[in-house]
């Protein structure tokens, strides 16, 4: 059964820094991993969809990688703002009955500090 | 504008008192599901609908219940609900099948069941 695993579970930083953000899968026949962004009580905003067959997908300062062969991604944020605090969500689309269930990570929660 | 829309936004409700979340998307998207998000557990999946008359389990089914009679509606129902149903509910939807498409979701739906 797919599990998908964020570390850290919550991070700290100056505003300014770069950081990566990291998610891990067990099962790696997927067809594609997706970056979501969660403010507190909000909905989920979709930030980047990387397919089985890419290595990264860019989208102004953030930039996802995927490296299916290992189960793992990053997702890189350039020159953090106070306004990118929030909870990031990786979830992965696998194979099987349900081909369209993602399967959520539990998240990375982002605090950067003005 | 492409979006899921769910009603209500909050709701607070006694238990055993039937109610249903609305899920509306103007994507003709084939594929919707239902999630509930709860603090340390992250997003699990309820029900999910491959397409109009065809639904399935996800991996939380207990005490919900679903139907897909036309594409772009997908109504959670809470037969009788309980306090243990208190949780963040979303709604989604994508293409389905292996089509490497994003996946949408609604601004979530707080339900309180005392």
């Known amino acids: 059964k797919q599990e998908v695993t964020q570390i850290p579970a919550a991070l700290s930083v100056p505003e300014g820094e770069n950081l990566v953000l990291n998610c891990s899968f067990t099962d790696s026949a997927i067809y594609n991993l997706q970056w979501f962004r969660q403010d507190p009580g909000k909905g989920l905003t979709s930030l980047l969809l990387i397919q089985s067959s890419q290595r990264e997908q860019t989208s102004g300062r953030l930039n996802a990688s995927l490296d299916k062969s290992s189960g793992r991604s990053t997702l890189y944020i350039a020159a953090s703002q106070p306004g990118d605090s929030a909870t990031y969500l990786c979830?992965?689309?696998?194979?099987?009955?349900?081909?369209?269930?993602?399967?959520f990570g539990k998240g990375t929660k982002l605090s950067v500090k003005p | 504008e492409a979006q899921v829309t769910q009603n209500p936004r909050y709701l607070i409700t006694v238990t055993g008192k039937k109610l249903t979340v609305t899920c509306s998307q103007n994507m003709n998207h084939e594929y919707m599901s239902w999630y509930r998000q709860d603090p340390g557990l992250g997003l699990r999946q309820i029900y999910y609908s491959m397409n109009v008359e065809v639904t399935d389990k996800g991996d939380v089914p207990e005490g919900y219940k679903v139907s897909r009679k036309e594409k772009r509606n997908f109504p959670l129902i809470l037969e009788s609900p309980s306090p243990n149903q208190t949780s963040l509910y979303f709604c989604?939807?994508?293409?389905?099948?292996?089509?490497?498409?994003?996946?949408?979701f609604g601004q979530g739906t707080r339900l309180t069941v005392v």
């Open positions: 989604a939807s994508s293409f389905g099948g292996p089509l490497n498409t994003e996946a949408f």
């Open positions: 979830a992965v689309k696998g194979y099987g009955g349900s081909q369209g269930n993602l399967i």
